[in-house]
């Protein structure tokens, strides 16, 4: 069986907000972390199609949280 494992950083002004908002939509092979400016994801799962889907609605989910938290902060 394939394993599939990776992790998304990407850099954020508020990464504990952010990473909240993100936290509650993942699913159970996802993990959500804020460190140092950056929000941190793993991501796995044994299913190539799946992967890729759950990484196109993480990627929707964080543009909008990006969002959603700069807004709060003002």
Known sequence: MIRIDGTIRTAHSHPV????AIRADNLSRMRTTAE?????TEINGT????????????????????????????
């Open 17 to 20: 907000c952010v990473a909240g």
């Open 36 to 40: 140092e400016g950056h929000v941190m």
């Open 47 to 74: 299913k190539m199609r799946s992967v890729i889907a759950s990484v196109d609605d993480y990627l929707m989910n964080l543009t909008i949280a990006e969002e959603v938290c700069c807004y709060a902060s003002h």
